[in-house]
């Protein structure tokens, strides 16, 4: 009777919650991070009793159609297969803002098409559901998903160019931290020193695009003079042409481990590539499945990192890991700001995955808050794979309800680092070497 009450258990309640966590005044090539990044928290309730929660972009577009799905989930069983599906198909009946909008925090994600919402929103679903079906089977979502290769996941030191402070004018309670500023090569390598300190990363990624290429190549060099043998990466997010994409190729190629986004677009990052033995990353021009197959025809990229979000949730990661492994080229993970329900996803696929070659990308150090009771420790720069059920972690109500109450106070409701730069230099705009 019990086995059979599990088989058939139902969604009975599906909650959906808008949060706004504190993030620091980290610079990108889009401007500056604001003091408050849009998240959404998902909860499936089963008749069972078990509780899944999952996490993604809380920008307007997303949470508009994570609300407008949730309902169709109410009677449904504990399956993942054709959620990507039905969530696209309740895309179009919702009126999107944003969708292809030329300059957005999404583009660096790739273009905010239809389809990318529906994968990130369908993502959260399917990893609240893994998780809720590990509760009710008594097991990780690792072993749901075919088992773990390996006993922990490595993770990178996410450098970023930043304030000290975000500017003036966003009221009193505005997030502090202590990192002080990062603006040039001796504060970059300081944070790294941090990271390594408090976290033992082992690998360093730093964010470009923000300074002219020669201080970024300066700030790479100083981290690999500072961190001997350590694999340094740099990532500008396509600022640059493709001259300027191989002049800094050149200069790292017995340096870095590899180079992220020099360029923007496929076809670009090919002339790029026949141009350097240095492997090409991305996480901005191959970002969906219709995106493969010109940029490995092209060879225009050598590594792809993943987003479990908008690729579309753990087992298309795993998909996407198949056909990384079947052309040769290396799979690795992207971040976003984000907390600890995604930051236990990625670690629970990531252990599933035999052809993970490099450190993955998280954003977790920034953050001062999380909506889980007990937030990942980075030990040595890795994080154990849990063997308990689920995703391994517990939502903090009291958390979720605080950030949701600042969610339901202001006015933020997506993500614009050109808005939160113009604060400042109301002159600015994106630049491009
Ligand atoms: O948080 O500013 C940032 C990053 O630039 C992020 O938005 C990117 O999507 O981390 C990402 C990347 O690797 O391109
Ligand atoms: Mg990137």
């Known amino acids: 009777v019990e086995i059979s009450a599990k088989i058939n258990s139902k969604i009975t309640q599906v909650r959906v919650t808008p949060i706004l966590i504190a993030d620091p005044p980290l610079l990108n090539i889009q401007g500056v991070h604001a003091p408050y990044a849009p998240r959404a928290i998902i909860e499936v309730e089963t008749d069972t009793g078990e509780i899944g929660v999952g996490e993604t972009y809380g920008d307007t577009d997303y949470l508009s ?16 297969n054709g959620l990507r599906g ?46 809720a079906l590990g509760h009710l089977a008594g097991l990780p979502v690792h072993a749901l998903l075919g088992g773990k290769v390996r006993d922990d996941v490595d993770f990178s030191a996410y450098l970023f160019y930043r304030w000290a402070e975000h500017p003036d004018g966003y009221g009193s309670d505005v997030p502090h931290d202590d990192w002080g500023a990062a603006l040039d090569p001796d504060q970059v390598v300081q944070q790294a020193r941090r990271m390594v300190r408090d976290y033992g990363f082992t690998s360093f990624k730093l964010k470009g695009g923000v300074f002219p290429p020669d201080q970024e190549v300066a700030a790479t060099k100083a981290l690999a003079e500072a961190f001997p043998g350590r694999p340094v990466r740099l990532d500008p997010n396509g600022a640059w042409s493709v001259a300027t994409s191989l002049r800094v190729a050149a200069e790292l190629e017995s340096i870095a481990e590899y180079l992220e986004d020099p360029t923007t677009g496929t076809a670009q990052m090919a002339e790029v590539a026949r141009g350097t033995s240095l492997p090409l990353a991305t996480n901005m021009c191959v970002t969906s499945t219709e995106e493969i197959s010109e940029a490995f025809r092209t060879d225009a990229v050598q590594v792809v990192l993943s987003d479990h979000h908008y690729w579309g949730g753990l087992r298309a990661t795993q998909d996407l890991a198949a056909i990384c492994d ?33 450190a993955c990308d998280t954003h977790r150090p920034w953050q001062t808050e999380d909506v889980i009771t007990t937030p990942h420790v980075f030990a040595d720069g890795k994080l154990p794979v849990t063997g308990t059920p689920g995703l391994g972690i517990e939502l903090d109500r009291d958390s979720l309800q605080r950030l949701h109450q600042r969610w339901a106070g202001s006015p933020i409701r997506d993500r614009d680092d050109g808005v939160a730069m113009r604060r400042v230099h109301p002159e600015w705009t994106q630049p491009s070497w």
């Open 65 to 80: 159609v994570a609300q407008a799905f949730a309902p169709e989930l109410v009677g449904s069983p504990l399956s993942v």
């Open 86 to 131: 039905r969530v696209r198909a309740r895309t179009e009946s919702v009126e999107l803002q944003r969708v292809d909008a030329a300059v957005d925090a999404g583009g660096l994600r790739g273009p905010r098409s239809l389809n990318k919402i529906a994968c990130s929103v369908a993502s959260a679903f399917e990893v609240a559901i893994y998780d």
């Open 326 to 358: 079947a052309f040769d080229v290396g799979l690795s993970m992207h971040s976003n700001t984000h907390l600890g329900i995604s930051l236990a996803a990625m670690t629970q696929v990531a252990s599933t995955i035999p052809t993970l070659r490099y």
